[in-house]
Every structure is written in C-alpha cells, then in structure tokens.
C-alpha cells in the first residue's frame, strides 16, 4: 500500500511537471511534446493574418522559426480544470479570451478556430476580426 501512494505521488508530480518557464528568454517549454511557446510580453490582438505575419517574423530568446500553432497545439495548450485563465500557472503573460490557431474553419473559409483561455474550450472567428496570439516553434 505504502509502495502504491508513493508511486502515485511521483506520478503527479511527474504530470505537474509538463511545463518549464525560461524567465530570461521569456518562454516555456512543454515537456511532453518539446514545443517551445511564447510568453515573453503581454498578449497582443491581431486579425487572422496578422498572427500568422507576427509569428513568422517574430525573433525570441533567438530563434526566428516561430509560427502561429495549430488548433490541435493550441487546444492542448488549454488546461480545463482552471478557469481564467485556464492553462499552467508557468505562463505569465495570458488574456482569458480567444487565441488565434492556424487552422481555418472548414465550412466556413473566412474564419479560423482558436481557443478561449477563460475557460479553456474552442470557439471560432472570423478571421478579419481580433483574437490575441501566442506564437510556437519546435524545441529542441
């Protein structure tokens, strides 16, 4: 029994453990898919395109191959057992509305899918509206 709880301590603290912050180059490591995300300033809004450009030609803690992540990224991203903002303490710079993915919506073309961090669930816009942004890249 004694072999059981702690087993299941370590555990936790092992799933607890899924994001680690980079203070000085102002971001945080998802530890179980290596995805490196920003959070480097507060958030900002843009249109659709105007994500995807700012990704694209954003420099941080040097690197220039960031990009506007896909729904799938950006929806695991999402930690529905907090709400506002629903997602890791680790990140500081979070606006409990909806973040822009790079995925558009497939019956309707002019709008994408994104997440709302208030409560952590997917919602769709029409891409000439704003939605904030939180760019990703690829660790390594």
């Known amino acids: 029994m004694k072999k059981t709880i702690l087993s299941l301590f370590v555990v936790i603290g092992l799933l607890q453990a899924d994001y680690i912050r980079d203070d000085s180059k102002g971001v945080v490591v998802d530890t179980s898919t290596n995805l490196m995300w920003q959070d ?3 958030s900002v809004q843009k249109t659709w395109i105007e994500a995807i450009n700012y990704c694209e030609n ?8 960031w990009r506007l ?3 799938n990224e950006l929806y695991m991203l999402a930690d529905r057992s907090r709400s506002n903002p629903a997602i ?3 990140f500081q710079n979070v606006v ?3 973040y822009w ?3 558009s919506f497939a019956f309707v073309p002019d ?12 919602g769709w816009g029409g891409k000439d509206g704003s939605g904030y942004v939180r ?4 660790g390594q």
């Open 96 to 98: 409990s509305s909806l």
């Open 40 to 42: 480097d300033v507060p």
């Open 69 to 71: 992540p896909n729904f």
């Open 58 to 65: 954003l420099t941080l803690a040097s690197y220039d191959d």
């Open 111 to 122: 709008s994408a899918w994104g997440v709302g961090f208030y409560g952590g669930y997917d």
């Open 101 to 103: 993915s790079s995925t």
């Open 135 to 138: 760019c990703v890249r690829a």
């Open 88 to 90: 890791s303490s680790v």
